[in-house]
């Protein structure tokens, strides 16, 4: 099965700076890389994802880079907002034909007014 | 649309008792996934469905745990006998496999055992 890790696992920034996590995976026939986020108390949403044929993509203030060399993706997050504190779930795709994500441990983001 | 409904959205029960989760998917979605979240052990993947079969069971921690999905707008997850350590928020999701792999999760059923 697929191994999937995430660092940093607690990440505290300004507000208006920017955030970075990475999430390094095992599987090499990994195709699907999603990115969820989960306020306290709610449910996981979606907030970017990517395919392996497209190395980055961007939504506002918002970003996922692949690296499939290296087995490894990012989360950026320019100029951050106190609602951006939330835990970040990394979930990549073993292949299309099966849709078993594989959440990572998590990151607890928390941004300092 | 109302999004994937899940009841109850609290559970407390005493170790020993049956407890039934149940989820209603998007119309329209054709995979279902139950996962169970602790902070020990995070967000687990329990057993998904594509149309109504089951698909994947293999995070079913055991035989206490069994999920059916009778049809395309409905599933469940029993346990049966409850135990503490089964405390967790259950999530239920779906997703519609052949336009995305978004999961859209309800939100959730928070089980107590004591």
């Known amino acids: 099965g697929e191994n999937v890790e995430q660092h940093p696992s607690t990440l505290s920034v300004q507000e208006g700076d920017s955030a970075v996590i990475k999430c390094t995976y095992s599987d090499s026939a990994s195709n699907y890389f999603p990115w969820y986020k989960q306020e306290l108390g709610k449910r996981p949403q979606l907030i970017i994802d990517i395919r392996s044929n497209v190395g980055e993509k961007k939504d506002q203030r918002i970003a996922v880079t692949l690296n499939k060399t290296a087995k490894h993706f990012s989360l950026h997050i320019t100029e951050t907002q106190p609602e951006d504190s939330a835990v970040y779930f990394c979930a990549p795709l073993p292949n299309f034909g099966n849709e078993k994500l594989t959440f990572g441990t998590g990151t607890r983001l928390t941004i300092i007014p | 649309d109302a999004g994937v409904i899940q009841s109850p959205r609290h559970e407390v029960t005493e170790m020993g008792q049956e407890v039934t989760l149940r989820c209603k998917p998007i119309s329209g979605h054709n995979s279902l996934f139950w996962y169970r979240q602790t902070m020990m052990r995070g967000l687990e993947l329990l057993i998904y469905?594509?149309?109504?079969?089951?698909?994947?069971d293999s995070g079913m921690p055991e035989d206490r745990f069994s999920a059916k999905m009778p049809n395309a707008s409905f599933s469940t997850l029993k346990i049966q006998p409850s135990e503490p350590r089964d405390s967790a928020v259950y999530f239920c999701?779906?997703?519609?496999?052949?336009?995305?792999?978004?999961?859209?999760f309800g939100p959730g059923t928070r089980l107590t055992v004591t």
């Open positions: 999701a779906s997703s519609f496999d052949t336009a995305s792999y978004e999961q859209y």
């Open positions: 469905f594509n149309n109504n079969v089951p698909i994947d």
